[in-house]
């Protein structure tokens, strides 16, 4: 009878993905995203750094590098869920197979700022990040989100109307909760 003995390669382990700080401000908090002990015998590691938006998009922070940290602001989280922000890392060994790690932060909202003072903040943050692909992707994608979120500070208290928290339509409550229609 013959065999054959096939070694497959398997992903990245043991490590740790620390976020800090666990509580912030949207656009005024520096949030550090560190890796500590990924193991892999297929060297080097790589990896890299992520948040999931309001709808699920992943929005990079740093590119796959062997930058074993990277810091980044961060949009106001969704109020549904209690302003909670996914950071996601992904780790590569040299064969490309990959592990996953989350870090759940809370990034509140910032004070309101008026159309030009965010204006002024993308081009000077841009202008800071010129010639930094990974700065330039973080500028675009933190202030996508920003611009692109809702503002619900005059939402009325949706639970007394059995309806969801605002949080797709400015100062406006969300769906009906289940059981009620309306």
Same mark, same amino acid.
């Given at each position: 009878?013959?065999? *054959?003995?096939?070694?497959?390669n398997?992903?990245?382990?043991?490590g740790?993905?620390?976020?800090?700080?666990?509580?912030?401000?949207?656009?005024?908090t520096?949030?550090?995203l $560190?890796?500590?002990?990924?193991?892999?015998?297929? *060297?080097?590691?790589?990896?890299?750094?992520?948040?999931?938006?309001?709808?699920?998009?992943?929005?990079?922070?740093?590119? $796959?590098?062997? $930058?074993?940290?990277?810091?980044?602001?961060?949009?106001?989280?969704?109020?549904?869920?209690?302003?909670?922000i996914?950071?996601?890392?992904?780790?590569?060994?040299?064969?490309s197979?990959?592990?996953?790690?989350?870090?759940?932060?809370?990034?509140?909202s910032?004070?309101?700022?008026? *159309?030009?003072?965010?204006?002024?903040?993308?081009?000077?943050?841009?202008?800071?990040?010129?010639?930094?692909?990974?700065?330039? $992707?973080?500028? *675009?994608?933190?202030?996508?989100?920003?611009?692109?979120?809702?503002?619900?500070?005059?939402?009325?208290?949706?639970?007394?109307?059995?309806?969801?928290?605002?949080?797709?339509?400015?100062?406006t409550?969300?769906d009906?909760?289940?059981?009620?229609?309306?």
């Amino acid at each position: 009878a013959a065999s *054959i003995d096939v070694n497959v390669n398997g992903p990245p382990q043991y490590g740790i993905f620390i976020v800090n700080p666990l509580l912030g401000i949207a656009l005024d908090t520096l949030f550090n995203l $560190r890796v500590n002990n990924w193991y892999d015998f297929d *060297i080097p590691l790589t990896y890299q750094f992520e948040y999931l938006s309001r709808n699920g998009l992943r929005m990079v922070i740093q590119s $796959r590098s062997e $930058r074993t940290y990277g810091d980044s602001l961060l949009p106001k989280g969704n109020v549904l869920f209690s302003n909670n922000i996914t950071c996601v890392l992904y780790v590569y060994d040299a064969l490309s197979a990959s592990s996953k790690s989350i870090g759940n932060v809370t990034v509140n909202s910032a004070s309101v700022q008026d *159309i030009t003072q965010l204006t002024n903040s993308i081009e000077s943050k841009l202008n800071s990040a010129q010639g930094d692909i990974d700065g330039t $992707r973080q500028v *675009i994608s933190l202030f996508g989100s920003v611009i692109n979120s809702v503002n619900c500070t005059l939402a009325p208290n949706c639970l007394l109307l059995n309806r969801h928290k605002c949080s797709s339509k400015s100062h406006t409550c969300d769906d009906c909760l289940s059981g009620y229609v309306g």
